[in-house]
C-alpha cells in the first residue's frame, strides 16, 4: 500500500489562500505512514527587490553546467522515477556456436502527491523571480556539445530507457541472437504552484516572472550540437525507449536473431495546477504548466537517433535493427514491438 500524503497543513480549511501555516506534530507511528513532498513557502513583504530564485524539488544547470561532458548516460531528473541500461556485446574471430541472450526488465513507477510551491508578493514587489516547481532548468550553455549514449532530463515523470547491441563476426558455426526488453512507466503525479502578486505595480515591467510547474526548460544554446543515441526532455509523462541492434557479418552457418520490445506506458496525472493571481501587474510574466520548454538555439544541431520532448504524455519509442552479411547457410530473423500507450490527464 502506498504511503499517503498529508497535506492539511497546505490543503485544510481556508489555508491555501493564506500564507498562515500551522503544522500539527505527528507522533512517530503518524510519520510512518507520511510521505511529504517538497512543499515551499516564500513570503515576500514590503517591496523586495532582490533577485530570487525560488526552486522546489527541482534540478538547475546554470551557466556552462554539462558543458562539453562526455559520458554514457546523463541523468537530471526531479521527482521522477527512471531506468537507464544497455547490454553491449562482441565476438569476433570464433571457431564454433555463438550464442547471445540479452534481456532487460524495467519498472519504473512514480507516484508523487504533490510538490507545492506556494509565492506570495504584497506590496509592489519590484524583483525578477524564477519560481521553479518541481522542474528540470537548463540555462545558457549547458549540456552544449554533450556526447553521451543515453541523455535524460526529466520532471515529474516515469522513464525507462534501454539499448541492446551485439556485434558478430568471423564466425565458424551457427549465430544465435535473441533480445528481450519489457518495459513498465507508470506515472501518477501531481504539482501544485501558486503565484499571488498583491498590490499595485507602477514599474513591474523590470520584473519578469518565470513561473515554471512540472517543466523542462531549455534556454538559450542548451543542447546545441548535443550527440546522443536516446534524448529525452520530459515534463509529467510515463515514457519508454527501447532498441534492439544486431551486426552479424562472415558466418559458416546459420543465423537466427530474435528481438522483442514490449511497452506499456501508462500516464495518469492531475496536470500540475498553476495558479497566478495578479492584481494590477504588467510585468513580462512567463507562467509555464506542465511543459517542455526549447527556446532560442536549443537543440540546434543535434544528432540522435531517439529523441523526445513530451509533455504530459504516454509515449512509447522502439527500434529492432538487423543487419546481416556473408552467411553460408539459412537466415532467420524475428522481430516484434508491441506497445500501448494509456494517457489520461486533467
Same mark, same amino acid.
Given at each position: 500500500?502506498?504511503?499517503?500524503?498529508?497535506?492539511?497543513?497546505?490543503?485544510?480549511?481556508?489555508?491555501?489562500?493564506?500564507?498562515?501555516?500551522?503544522?500539527?506534530?505527528?507522533?512517530?507511528?503518524?510519520?510512518?505512514?507520511?510521505?511529504?513532498?517538497?512543499?515551499?513557502?516564500?513570503?515576500?513583504?514590503?517591496?523586495?527587490?532582490?533577485?530570487?530564485?525560488?526552486?522546489?524539488?527541482?534540478?538547475?544547470?546554470?551557466?556552462?553546467?554539462?558543458?562539453?561532458?562526455?559520458?554514457?548516460?546523463?541523468?537530471?531528473?526531479?521527482?521522477?522515477?527512471?531506468?537507464?541500461?544497455?547490454?553491449?556485446?562482441?565476438?569476433?574471430?570464433?571457431?564454433?556456436?555463438?550464442?547471445?541472450?540479452?534481456?532487460?526488465?524495467?519498472?519504473?513507477?512514480?507516484?508523487?502527491?504533490?510538490?507545492?510551491?506556494?509565492?506570495?508578493?504584497?506590496?509592489?514587489? &519590484? @524583483?525578477? *523571480?524564477? +519560481?521553479? =516547481?518541481? $522542474?528540470? !532548468?537548463?540555462?545558457?550553455?549547458?549540456? %552544449? #556539445?554533450?556526447?553521451? /549514449?543515453?541523455?535524460?532530463?526529466?520532471?515529474?515523470?516515469?522513464?525507462?530507457?534501454?539499448?541492446?547491441?551485439?556485434?558478430?563476426?568471423?564466425?565458424?558455426?551457427?549465430?544465435?541472437?535473441?533480445?528481450?526488453?519489457?518495459?513498465?512507466?507508470?506515472?501518477?503525479?501531481?504539482?501544485?504552484?501558486?503565484?499571488?502578486?498583491?498590490?499595485?505595480?507602477?514599474?513591474?515591467? &523590470? @520584473?519578469? *516572472?518565470? +513561473?515554471? =510547474?512540472? $517543466?523542462? !526548460?531549455?534556454?538559450?544554446?542548451?543542447? %546545441? #550540437?548535443?550527440?546522443? /543515441?536516446?534524448?529525452?526532455?520530459?515534463?509529467?509523462?510515463?515514457?519508454?525507449?527501447?532498441?534492439?541492434?544486431?551486426?552479424?557479418?562472415?558466418?559458416?552457418?546459420?543465423?537466427?536473431?530474435?528481438?522483442?520490445?514490449?511497452?506499456?506506458?501508462?500516464?495518469?496525472?492531475?496536470?500540475?495546477?498553476?495558479?497566478?493571481?495578479?492584481?494590477?501587474?504588467?510585468?513580462?510574466?512567463?507562467?509555464?504548466?506542465?511543459?517542455?520548454?526549447?527556446?532560442?538555439?536549443?537543440?540546434?544541431?543535434?544528432?540522435?537517433?531517439?529523441?523526445?520532448?513530451?509533455?504530459?504524455?504516454?509515449?512509447?519509442?522502439?527500434?529492432?535493427?538487423?543487419?546481416?552479411?556473408?552467411?553460408?547457410?539459412?537466415?532467420?530473423?524475428?522481430?516484434?514491438?508491441?506497445?500501448?500507450?494509456?494517457?489520461?490527464?486533467?
Amino acid at each position: 500500500m502506498r504511503k499517503h500524503l498529508l497535506l492539511t497543513a497546505i490543503f485544510g480549511a481556508g489555508v491555501i489562500g493564506s500564507p498562515a501555516l500551522a503544522l500539527e506534530e505527528l507522533s512517530e507511528e503518524e510519520l510512518q505512514s507520511v510521505t511529504a513532498q517538497g512543499i515551499q513557502i516564500i513570503i515576500n513583504n514590503d517591496d523586495p527587490e532582490n533577485v530570487q530564485n525560488n526552486n522546489n524539488d527541482s534540478v538547475q544547470l546554470n551557466d556552462q553546467a554539462q558543458k562539453n561532458i562526455i559520458a554514457f548516460s546523463i541523468m537530471n531528473i526531479s521527482n521522477t522515477a527512471a531506468n537507464q541500461s544497455a547490454n553491449l556485446a562482441l565476438a569476433q574471430d570464433t571457431a564454433d556456436d555463438v550464442d547471445i541472450h540479452q534481456d532487460t526488465y524495467q519498472l519504473a513507477d512514480n507516484f508523487v502527491f504533490a510538490s507545492l510551491q506556494e509565492v506570495y508578493n504584497e506590496d509592489d514587489p &519590484d @524583483a525578477i *523571480q524564477n +519560481n521553479n =516547481n518541481a $522542474s528540470v !532548468q537548463i540555462r545558457g550553455d549547458a549540456q %552544449q #556539445n554533450a556526447i553521451s /549514449f543515453h541523455n535524460l532530463n526529466a520532471a515529474n515523470s516515469a522513464v525507462n530507457q534501454a539499448a541492446q547491441a551485439v556485434g558478430v563476426f568471423n564466425t565458424g558455426d551457427d549465430v544465435d541472437v535473441d533480445q528481450d526488453v519489457v518495459q513498465i512507466a507508470v506515472n501518477d503525479t501531481a504539482a501544485g504552484q501558486v503565484v499571488v502578486n498583491d498590490g499595485p505595480s507602477f514599474d513591474f515591467g &523590470d @520584473a519578469p *516572472q518565470n +513561473n515554471n =510547474n512540472s $517543466s523542462v !526548460q531549455i534556454n538559450d544554446e542548451g543542447q %546545441q #550540437n548535443v550527440i546522443a /543515441f536516446t534524448l529525452a526532455n520530459l515534463a509529467g509523462s510515463a515514457v519508454n525507449q527501447a532498441s534492439n541492434l544486431a551486426l552479424i557479418d562472415t558466418t559458416g552457418d546459420d543465423v537466427d536473431v530474435d528481438q522483442t520490445a514490449i511497452q506499456f506506458a501508462l500516464n495518469f496525472i492531475i496536470t500540475g495546477q498553476l495558479t497566478v493571481d495578479n492584481e494590477d501587474i504588467d510585468g513580462i510574466q512567463n507562467n509555464n504548466n506542465g511543459s517542455v520548454q526549447l527556446n532560442a538555439n536549443a537543440q540546434q544541431n543535434a544528432t540522435v537517433f531517439q529523441g523526445m520532448n513530451a509533455t504530459s504524455s504516454a509515449a512509447n519509442q522502439a527500434t529492432n535493427m538487423v543487419g546481416v552479411f556473408n552467411t553460408g547457410e539459412d537466415v532467420d530473423i524475428y522481430q516484434l514491438s508491441d506497445q500501448t500507450a494509456v494517457n489520461t490527464s486533467f
